[in-house]
């Protein structure tokens, strides 16, 4: 079951012609946008369903610098400073809050790990601290677990994925971005190699540029286009409760071993279970498996492996079709995986277990999500090198929601050859390629 997310205006008929034409209309796409008309650029969003169907509103809402990979911390921080502008900006309400964030453990051995993370973030200035059992039970009043030590995060926050997408995507309108809901990107074409047009299931764009934001659906696009891109994607359960008592004090979720959890808007918690997940055996699976290997072994026990569906539909098939015909985007609109019921249910459990005031509070809702990764963790934010026009910004591998705001934004610098927001570097598609891929880091 999909969880709500707020509805924005389609514009029903296509441009000629754009500055830039983005595919899909996620956290990525509708930043990118917003950053492209601000600077006065014609922009179309095409998104094969609604703005925000995906990943980008089944998040956990968590905005954070604390546990990202150190290549990422530059990008991280411009995200959370843009995120502070948003509301203003737009004069809409995207949820988000500077609540600070933690983490818990009863196992003293996972604290050395925070020190070095927070030693090697030094530079960064992150504030994190680690909070002793005492300092634990005065920010978490309701809890009855015994953790011994907690990872805090002060300039962390949430921020309402039923909302923010959506609330940027109509800032991105208002400044002229032209935003096309229910229509699919087939493919595009090229004029002595760059992009010349591209073409949706209700016509062509003429344009120089694209911007592939399709979050799980990118690697298969850009294999149409005789482009490689190794991307994975983890199956994950979350669950919303009805209005509940506030817990905690100083911060807008806590992540523990049993369950995480977010204090919503609507004063409910969106509550799932950190490390799990679902990977799914896939003919692109297998064509990258070498790739994430290290980044499976690392995350270890929390991923199951399966044979299912997804074998033979959704992003990760090898299905093929021409741009005349219907493509396998046209065939899913919105991605909505079946939450794990039984894990679902473990969650809560041990949610309710650790604060007695979640007894008797019912599951709202439940729904599932499908986490698009890289195999070092990081994502591509990049211009193709052997395809010129060709921009890519996608494989945030669970981190994408906060960073999203940074992410469209600097996407959008390289397709105008503006100054960077920050160094892309560390996002270039050809470290894939050329050795240079960033060791899998799975911090907190
Ligand atoms: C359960 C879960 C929990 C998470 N928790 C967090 C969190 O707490 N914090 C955090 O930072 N991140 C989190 N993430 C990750 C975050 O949600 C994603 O990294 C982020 O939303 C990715 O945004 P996106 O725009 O790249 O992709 P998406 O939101 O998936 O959007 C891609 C869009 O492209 C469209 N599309 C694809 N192909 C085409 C095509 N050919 N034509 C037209 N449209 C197309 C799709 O329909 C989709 O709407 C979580 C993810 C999940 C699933």
């Known amino acids: ?44 969003v095409v998104e094969k369903g609604r703005i925000a169907g995906e990943q980008s509103s089944r998040n956990w809402g968590w905005v954070r610098q604390q546990g ?40 003293p051995a996972e604290v050395a790990n925070w020190e070095d993370m927070l030693e090697q973030k030094r530079a960064f200035q992150t504030q994190g601290r680690i909070l002793n059992a005492a300092e634990l039970r005065t920010m978490l009043p309701g809890t009855t677990d015994q953790w011994v030590a907690g ?27 032209v935003i096309v809901q229910n229509c699919a990107v087939r493919g595009w074409e090229t004029s002595a190699g760059a992009v010349s047009a591209v073409v949706t299931e209700r016509g062509t764009i ?21 482009i490689s891109l190794p991307q994975a994607g983890v199956f994950a359960s979350v ?18 071993p049993g369950f995480s959890f977010r204090r919503r808007l609507d004063g409910g918690y969106s509550v799932a279970m950190r490390g799990t997940g679902r990977v799914d055996i896939t003919p692109q699976g297998i064509r990258y498996a070498a790739d994430f290997l290290p980044l499976l072994i690392k995350r270890g026990r929390g991923l199951s492996i399966r044979v299912g569906r997804s074998f033979f539909e959704g992003p990760e098939s090898l299905r093929k079709w021409r741009t005349d015909g219907i493509s396998p985007f ?9 939450p794990d019921k039984k ?57 994408g929601f906060g960073l999203g705001p940074a992410g469209g934004r600097l996407a959008a610098d ?31």
């Open 1 to 44: 079951m999909s969880p709500p997310v707020d509805s924005v205006p389609s514009d029903e008929r296509l441009p000629e012609r754009a500055d830039v034409v983005i595919v899909g209309g996620g956290i990525i796409g509708v930043s990118a946008a917003y950053y492209l008309a601000r600077k006065g650029h014609s922009v179309v």
């Open 68 to 107: 990202r990979a150190l290549p990422e911390m530059p990008l991280a921080m411009a995200s959370t400073d843009l995120w502070g502008k948003l509301d203003g900006e737009l004069g809409e309400e995207t949820g988000f809050r500077r609540t600070g964030m933690m983490v818990v453990t009863r196992d």
């Open 151 to 177: 990872l805090y995060s002060p300039i962390d926050g949430v921020a309402e994925p039923s909302k923010a997408a959506p609330a940027i995507a109509r800032g991105a309108r208002r400044l002229g971005a």
């Open 206 to 226: 003429r344009t120089d540029a694209v911007l592939c934001a399709g979050g799980a659906w990118t690697s298969m696009l850009l294999r149409h286009q005789g």
């Open 239 to 256: 669950l919303r409760t009805q209005a509940a008592p506030q817990v905690s004090e100083g911060t807008g979720g806590v992540g523990s």
């Open 330 to 338: 046209e065939v899913t609109r919105v991605l909505d995986p079946v």
């Open 343 to 399: 894990l679902i249910a473990k969650t809560m459990g041990q949610f309710q277990a650790a604060f007695p005031a979640m007894k008797g509070v019912g599951i709202a809702e439940t729904w599932g999500g499908l986490i698009d990764s890289m195999p070092d963790a990081v994502p591509v934010i990049s211009a193709i090198d052997k395809a010129p026009g060709c921009y890519v910004a996608t494989g945030f591998s669970g981190h």
């Open 414 to 444: 390289l397709v105008t050859g503006d100054v960077p927001i920050v160094d892309p570097t560390p996002f270039r598609h050809g470290r894939f390629f050329d050795g240079t891929r960033h060791p899998a880091t799975v911090w907190v």
